[in-house]
């Protein structure tokens, strides 16, 4: 789906830790009890169908399929129609020394996968993908009160305080924004900063996205391969356009380059590195999920409640960054943002035992 070596090498090589993190949650919970004890003891649930993404389709198969097999079930995998080859891949390496039918392949559309999910012969469905596509499976699911497993998009904010290491701030800007052409879910798309320490940041922030080459996903100098799709990079370029006509300033990328670069790259669904300052908070790319290479910017006065409210306005609550000097405002802050996990400051990795992401200190 155009990732670059060195990122489609880490999805696959980061996925090897799924089936290590399941052997240790398999077994029964025992409650001693005064004159006696209680044994909880999970049994399987049947069929488990596994709906998974485009941006990561290895990874995201195992993460969803490996538990589910574990606990007992049996699993039925729909890769996403847009990298069946790659979800053929992830499915053929999890039949191989198991029983045969306990892991089934069923490619095709969204309406496949509707069939699938409302089959009378699944007994819980697992998915990762859009929000809409979440509600919908959901509202399939009520019927049969099937139990459900949902991990859906984002449109996080990042936040960059007056006395934040404007060094790390803005490497991690620009890492988290532009990771896998920005096609994760977890993405930064809201970039917060400072208005004291806006031009210092962007100045960063721009010099590091300069360096982010787009071309062959293969070319060791390539940074950002092709985005998925024409529709995707039409979104991406929509949004971009919407954000400069409502005031927004291109300081990197952008119409020009963009078009530069289809000429250029003809054979794939380019867009490059962009960097936007002062955006509106309310342009549509600070509401709607862009999922391309895009670090949008908007000053505020510095304050932590006015962090905290732009943080907090939008229909999303994936995750979220906060950089600051200070670990007591830091922590105050991502108390109040509504959101499943707010490192502050820090590098995040996926890892299979914890819910999302695992915070790491900055090196």
């Not at 802050?333 to 509504?338: F, P, S, W, Y």
Request: glycine fraction near 10%; include cysteine.
């Amino acid at each position: 789906m155009g990732k670059i070596l060195s990122e489609a090498t880490e999805e696959v090589e980061g996925a090897a830790d799924k089936d290590e993190f399941v052997r240790h949650v398999r077994a029964a919970n025992e409650c001693q009890l005064i004159g006696g004890s209680s044994i909880l003891v999970r049994d399987a649930h049947g069929v488990v169908a596994v709906c998974a993404p485009w941006n990561f389709p290895v990874d995201e198969i195992l993460l969803l399929a490996i538990p589910a097999l574990a606990a007992g079930n049996a699993v039925v995998v729909k890769p996403s129609e847009v990298a069946p080859l790659s979800g053929q891949a992830a499915v053929e390496a999890l039949q191989a020394g198991l029983p045969s039918g306990l892991v089934g392949l069923v490619q095709g559309d969204g309406a496949v996968g509707q069939r699938l999910v409302e089959s009378p012969l699944v007994d819980m469905v697992a998915m990762t993908g859009s929000s809409a596509t979440g509600k919908r499976i959901m509202s399939a699911c009520a019927g049969g009160l099937k139990r459900l497993v949902l991990e859906l998009g984002g449109k996080d904010p990042f936040i960059v305080f007056e006395d934040a290491d404007l060094d790390l701030a803005a490497k991690d800007a620009v890492a988290f924004s532009l990771m896998n052409c920005g096609q994760v879910c977890c993405a930064v798309e809201r970039v917060y900063v400072a208005e004291a320490v806006q031009a210092a940041f962007e100045e960063r922030v721009v010099a590091l996205a300069r360096g982010y080459v787009a071309g062959n996903g293969l070319d060791s100098g390539s940074k950002i391969g092709p985005m998925v799709s024409a529709s995707q990079r039409k979104v991406v370029s929509s949004h971009v356009e919407s954000a400069i006509a409502e005031g927004a300033t291109c300081l990197l990328g952008g119409p020009a380059e963009a078009e530069r670069l289809a000429g250029a790259l003809p054979h794939g669904h380019f867009y490059p590195a962009t960097v936007l300052s002062g955006v509106p908070q309310g342009a549509r790319i600070t509401a709607e999920e862009t999922f391309g290479p895009v670090v949008a910017i908007t000053p505020f006065d510095g304050e932590e409640a006015t962090a905290v409210a732009l943080a907090n306005d939008s229909e999303y609550g994936l995750s979220a960054c906060v950089y600051t000097g200070s670990a007591a405002k830091g922590a105050r802050v991502a108390a109040r943002i509504k959101t499943g996990q707010v490192p502050h400051p820090a590098r995040s990795v996926a890892v299979a035992s914890l819910p999302l992401l695992l915070t790491l200190p900055p090196p």
